[in-house]
């Protein structure tokens, strides 16, 4: 490992658009253009579009291709039809989380696995070893970028880029076809909170799609965006960020995911620690709260109980002002018995307990 940044097929676009880069899981990505503020609100109000070639695209294929990915994750994929995804955990033994990932079923023995960036090499290696003798497994990610467009216009967006039929994709559902003239993978799927598609595509092909978009965009509003904006509205949207609301130490029924642990499915890493945690009942649960008192929580800050401020309940893993609701938003953890809506605790910002309130999420929920 020499330590030297990665760059998406995109660096020289993000360059010539007058983006600040910044390092980020092993990457040199933009996390702004024009202002976090200006570009969440594209998103929110018309359309955003990201770079997130950073991610990992690992890919299995061959009759056990389903039955391996079903026992890698926590979620149902066998239940998956051809052009249809799901959010689901990979988890380890112990039952706790060793990334969240999106599988897209391609076909009947052709599975994508989508997974963060900053997890790409344990996530590569893991599913090696279990698809190993079973059916082949490809780690494509260096070959592949990903580019995100999202907000309320990404529909009308696509068609004006000639994708029609990409344009009728179902949530959740993906199909190989053209845009632009540039052959991708689209998919209805994204992280923040929003409509929208991702669409796969070869390195080579990325800057052309992405000027395509920006053009077809153009008449809708589209903007630029970068990860400070993705951040914001993933958290508005109660989104977990892997690293920050989830990792190792965390499971995911105290997560809030219980809902992609799908105990009827079959056997899958991690299955056995997980009945036993769902029996035992969760301590602590992650919660979203806003700021009562003036304060911006951030993650790592502590969370402690306001009559007793000696007493730590927990700890923030993800705080920001929300540009959407003009508030001080955040998610933590704290015991069960202080989880309830309503409930208030302080949070402690540089040495001063500033007062919070646990709210339901999440916080922001688009209109259909």
Known sequence: ?????????????HRKLGARLVPFAGFEMPVQYEGIVKEHHAVRQ??????????????????????????????AVAKLAVGQALYTVCCNEEGTILDDLIVYRRGDEDVLI????????????HVAAVASGRCDFDDQSDGTALLA??????EAIVRAAGGDPLADLGFFRSAE???????????????????GF????????????????????????????????????????????YGN????????????????????????????????????????KLVGFEMVGRGIARHGYPIVDLERPQERLGVV??????????????????PVAHSKIGTRFGVEIRGKVIEAVVVKTPFYKRAK
């Not at 061959?62 to 979620?75: E, H």
């Not at 893993?317 to 704290?334: H, Q, W």
């Open 1 to 13: 490992m020499t330590g030297e940044l990665q760059r998406t097929p995109l660096y020289e676009t």
């Open 46 to 75: 018309r359309a955003g579009i990201f770079d997130v070639s950073h991610m990992g695209e690992l890919t299995l294929r061959g009759p056990q291709a389903v039955a391996v990915a079903d026992f890698l994750v926590t979620n």
């Open 114 to 125: 989508v997974c963060n960036a900053s997890n790409r090499g344990k996530i590569s290696a």
């Open 149 to 154: 467009l999202q907000g309320p216009r990404a």
């Open 177 to 195: 076809g053209q845009l632009a003239g540039v052959p991708c993978r689209a998919a209805r799927t994204g992280y923040t909170g929003e409509d």
């Open 198 to 241: 991702e669409f796969f595509c070869r390195n080579e092909d990325a800057p052309a799609l992405w000027d395509a978009l920006m053009s077809a965009g153009e008449p809708h509003g589209v903007a630029p965006a970068g990860l400070g904006a993705r951040d914001t509205l993933r958290l508005e949207a109660k989104l977990c960020l």
């Open 245 to 284: 609301d989830i990792d190792e130490t965390t499971n995911p029924f105290e997560a809030g995911l219980g809902w992609v642990v799908k105990l009827d499915h079959g056997d899958f890493i991690g299955r056995e620690s997980l009945v036993a945690i769902k029996e035992a009942g969760i301590r602590r």
């Open 317 to 334: 893993t993800s705080g920001s002002p929300s540009p959407t609701l003009g508030k001080n938003i955040g998610l933590g953890y704290v």
